[in-house]
């Protein structure tokens, strides 16, 4: 192989593409945004590879004793597992699009589930002698969420714990790299949500070129 052909090899990325939302692509408003980011990244990086991983199709659950378990298992053990190989998957890829609304003030279950599944000792993170440490290091994530009502600032960000709790809990497996695109007030009464999202979609297109 060429030396160019192996530098183009080693600058190709793998990107995980994370949806949690039952609804379909076209009746989705979050979805209507990061399908938008994802068509715009794919045409300025057509050689790396995509992975897209709709939960409620994976149908992902919660933790049962017998995946909990799981966990305690040498790393070797545990890449074909149903529950475990998430993490394996996670930490494999170098880029990391969630698409989520903001429910209840916080992410769909289904979300926080799967956060549960690649969160796992060994995998994702470690426990050192200084405390826990990251090991999905020099990797970055986009999260692209809808609100019904305006939580970006003022007593409502205090309220907001979605993209609040991604943000935490990436950046404890090392991922510190983390941009939020949001469209709130899409509940509001009288807002123009078709304005709103086309704005969302606007960014989502620009944050894709320097993703």
């Not at 659950?61 to 545990?78: C, I, Q, R």
């Not at 394996?88 to 916080?106: I, M, S």
């Amino acid at each position: 192989m060429s030396k160019e052909k192996v530098q183009e090899v080693d600058n190709m990325s793998k990107v995980l593409y994370i949806k949690s939302n039952p609804k379909e692509d076209a009746d989705s408003r979050t979805f209507r945004i990061s399908e938008s980011f994802m068509d715009e990244y794919k045409k300025l990086h057509p050689d790396d590879e995509i992975i897209t991983l709709d939960l409620y199709k994976e149908k992902i659950d919660f933790l049962s004793l017998e995946s909990v378990s799981m966990h305690k298992l040498a790393p070797d053990d545990a890449r074909n597992h149903p529950v475990l190989k998430y993490a394996y998957q996670f930490v494999d890829a170098d880029k990391y699009v969630f698409a989520e609304p903001l429910w209840n003030l916080g992410i769909p279950a289904m979300l926080k589930a799967y956060i549960d599944y690649i969160t796992v000792t060994g995998v994702t993170f470690v426990y050192t002698a200084e405390g826990p440490k990251g090991l999905c290091a020099n990797k970055k994530a986009v999260n692209i969420t809808s609100r019904g009502g305006a939580y970006a600032e003022g007593y409502m960000a205090t309220l907001e714990m979605g993209d609040k709790y991604l943000r935490t809990i990436l950046g404890f497996l090392g991922i510190c790299n983390f941009t939020t695109i949001a469209a709130e007030l899409l509940d509001v009464v009288g807002a123009d949500v078709d304005g709103i999202v086309a704005k969302a979609i606007e960014e989502a297109k620009t944050a894709a070129a320097s993703f």
